[in-house]
């Protein structure tokens, strides 16, 4: 853990902020209770204009140690650039107590007294200026948003959110099943509400809005239910109507003209008159948000094989159905000649048996189990994970010969020299685009390179999702998602078949590299290691190279080549 936060922070010095957050994060996850990590890690994501983990960071390192005074000064620093100056205020206030000779506190309090000082006399010009109930946005001169820091636009989220309130108080649900309270970290700010879920096994969700109005975050609370997370936001003006749950320009005037209690709006009730819908229109946005959304687990799996199966002949989907039928769910084919004519016997996960349960009398002692190929159009699948196979499209069964031991791909012979162990290697990235593919011993290609990198990353979803479900030692790793050291947890790192074997290896950043090998190569596991080293020293630390971009770089193809030729 000590050389990982060694190679973090000479990353930082070297302006590597991307390398030392990931750094960061592999030694957090070693130590996830030292708090100069967090702290550390906050001032890589300042660097990287990440204010909100910046905030999340050393919110958590001051929950770790209250002592540690550089922590409330990288706090301060982020939420002065979210604009939050009461609670960069006060996080700076708290850390100038535990180092009273240091200038940097005093520098940016008496910078913050200022814009709070600003703010406030804008506030009562506008409010002294506009009358209640006749005001207009475009009739009040706009705030001068020259000085202001870029707001950090906030991704997709994971979770789906919503709001309503009341005179006062606002209240907030976050639609997260089954979040225990171990996982949820929570900072209510004058103006900020943070939110991050860490699910062991998935992607952290952090949710940081810049809420329409001020509320009183000791009067804020929250509630872990089981469909959801919901928080209770106090308003510090009562009887003030948000307009949305985040801050937004074009409303800011409009949220600081007073509106005064005895003012009662007349209620709105819903027409009889029916309305005209689009839709066309409406099926076209379903059908999109159905594209665009990110799935994992079982969900995500399914998806990924309507995908390729989308563009199926009947005889392919005579196929599939009933293969899947007679092998009772573990077994799909694409192949209508192969099937056709015989009934598909099951094919169980390894070190499990098929048995035919017609009664509730303990079974007889079943046959010896024979072993059986895994072949190009009949894949072994676990029943656990495609309950529901019948939504599945079809493959083409032209193109579903892959690595297989078969008629046209025999197992191969012994190598005869070095240098022609290695067939391909791919690279993925969390998200599962490809970002590198090379190959220097494949004679078949059955599949486009897109299908082929879908297929390949399907496989490898598949065994991580097995290896996690299947483990006997800890409830902790039946989630996917978390990246597992070598020899950390249930974590599969290779598998071999009669004419190749397949290495893997993911980095708590989630890089993938997977590496095919003739069937008789040895462990390589410390050469996937070397292997992350090249890309972190030749493609993380190259300054033209764009995160998630394919790698083109010149010098990790030689160095690549080079060593994959003294594989043995």
């Known amino acids: 853990m000590a050389d990982l936060e060694k190679k973090a922070k000479e990353a930082f010095i070297d302006d590597h902020f991307e390398l030392a957050v990931d750094l960061y994060t592999q030694a957090i996850a070693l130590n996830p209770t030292n708090p100069d990590l967090f702290a550390d890690r906050a001032q890589a994501n ?12 050393a ?16 706090k301060g620093i982020a939420c002065m650039k979210l604009e939050e100056y009461e609670t960069a205020k006060a996080a700076l206030e708290a850390g100038a107590s535990l180092a009273p000779g240091e200038s940097r ?9 200022e814009c709070i000082a600003e703010e406030t006399g804008e506030s009562k010009n506008h409010a002294a200026v506009a009358p209640v109930n006749t005001v207009s946005i475009k009739d009040v001169e706009p705030e001068d948003t020259s000085s202001q820091a870029p707001m950090v636009i906030p991704s997709k989220p994971k979770y789906r959110h919503e709001f309503y309130q009341k005179p006062e108080e606002v209240v907030v649900s976050i639609f997260a099943k089954g979040v225990q309270a171990s996982w949820i970290t929570v900072d209510f700010g004058e103006q900020i509400l943070s939110v991050r879920i860490e699910v062991p096994g998935e992607d952290g969700y952090h949710f940081q809005p810049r809420l329409f109005g001020k509320i009183i975050p000791d009067k804020c609370k929250y509630d872990i239910l089981s469909t959801k997370v919901e928080f209770r936001l106090a308003k510090a003006e009562p009887g003030l109507h948000w307009a949305s749950l985040e801050y937004n320009k074009e409303t800011a005037v409009v949220r600081r003209i007073p509106v005064s209690s005895e003012i009662v709006q007349k209620p709105t009730y819903s027409s009889s008159k029916p309305k005209r819908v689009d839709w066309d229109k409406l099926e076209a946005q379903v059908k999109k948000e159905e594209k665009e959304e990110k799935l994992d687990g079982d969900a995500a799996l399914n998806k990924f094989f309507r995908e390729i199966y989308q563009d199926a002949d009947e005889d392919t989907r005579r196929a599939m159905k009933k293969s899947f039928v007679e092998s009772n769910g573990t077994v799909l084919s694409t192949n209508w000649k192969e099937v056709g004519t015989k009934k598909v016997e099951g094919s169980p996960p390894d070190g499990m048996e098929m048995r035919k349960w017609e009664s509730f009398e303990a079974p007889k002692s ?8 895994l072949s190009s159009s009949a894949l072994p699948l676990a029943p656990c994970f495609f309950s529901r196979f019948r939504e599945i499209h079809r493959l083409n069964p032209n193109k579903m010969q892959f690595f297989g031991g078969s008629d046209i791909s025999p197992s191969p012979p012994a190598p005869t020299a070095s240098g022609n162990n290695a067939h391909m290697m791919y690279v993925f ?75 893997f290896m993911e980095t708590p950043s989630g890089i993938k590299i997977i590496l095919i090998t003739h069937p008789k190569t040895g462990d390589l596991r410390e050469s996937l290691k070397y292997i992350y080293n090249l890309y972190v020293e030749y493609v993380v630390k190259n300054p033209i190279y764009t995160p998630g971009a394919p790698i083109r770089c010149e010098l990790f193809n030689t160095s690549l080549d080079q060593y994959v030729r003294s594989i043995s």
Request: a positive charge.
């Open 105 to 113: 506190f005093t520098n940016l309090i008496k910078e913050c007294d």
């Open 366 to 373: 079943p046959k010896p189990k024979k072993t059986r190929k």
């Open 46 to 57: 300042i660097k990287l204009n990440n204010f909100t983990e910046a905030v999340a960071d």
């Open 429 to 503: 990235n969390r998200n599962g685009v490809c970002l590198l593919y090379r190959e220097w011993n494949r004679p078949l290609h059955t599949l486009n390179a897109q299908q082929d990198h879908k297929l390949m990353f399907g496989l490898l979803f598949s065994l991580k999702s097995l290896t996690a479900k299947m483990d006997p030692t800890s409830m902790d790793k039946g989630n996917l998602g978390v990246p597992q050291l070598p020899g950390q947890g249930c974590s599969f790192h290779s598998f071999r078949t009669n004419t190749y074997k397949l290495s």
């Open 59 to 74: 919110s958590r390192a001051i929950a770790l140690d209250a002592s540690l005074a550089k922590a409330y000064l990288r």
